[in-house]
């Protein structure tokens, strides 16, 4: 849901600003600008260039749902993160269920979602974690 949501927004965004193609090949170079417009953040394009590399070594097609399937969930993190900020007004629709519309209310559960996600993935002890505030963090994000 939260990759979905979030590919459908930037593919709003992509086309109202006239772009051809899909975001995810952003020729504009527009998901490492600042704020301020100026082309400042390589990671995303870091992230995507080696979701091609799995698309292309698992032989599958090289689509945009391809490569989105492939992205890891931290390039979705960072894609609600401060560094991004000037993304927040047209990507924040995808998050109808938020307290408000403010993106620290995205980013922080995200973050702690991650953090979460990567202790289970790495096999280390989760008993110390708070569940239940986990499962705010879910219903915040996903509704």
């Given at each position: 849901m939260f990759r979905n949501a979030l590919d459908a927004r930037l593919a709003e965004r992509h086309l109202a600003l006239g772009c051809s193609g899909h975001w995810v090949f952003d020729d504009f170079?527009?998901?490492?600008?600042?704020?301020?417009?100026v082309d400042k953040h390589r990671q995303p394009y870091k992230d995507i260039a080696e979701s091609i590399g799995r698309v292309?070594?698992?032989r599958k097609p090289l689509s945009p749902g391809q490569i989105i399937s492939e992205l890891l969930f931290g390039?979705?993190?960072?894609?609600?993160?401060?560094?991004q900020m000037f993304l927040?007004?047209?990507?924040?629709?995808?998050f109808p269920h938020a307290p408000t519309r403010d993106?620290?209310?995205i980013q922080?559960?995200?973050?702690?979602?991650?953090?979460?996600r990567n202790r289970i993935g790495h096999h280390?002890?989760?008993?110390?974690?708070d569940v239940q505030?986990?499962?705010?963090?879910?219903?915040?994000?996903a509704g």
């Open positions: 170079r527009e998901l490492g600008r600042d704020g301020n417009g292309r070594r698992n390039f979705w993190h960072q894609m609600v993160s401060r560094r927040w007004p047209d990507i924040a629709g995808a993106q620290s209310t922080d559960p995200v973050k702690r979602l991650r953090e979460l280390h002890w989760v008993w110390s974690e505030a986990r499962y705010g963090d879910l219903l915040s994000v």
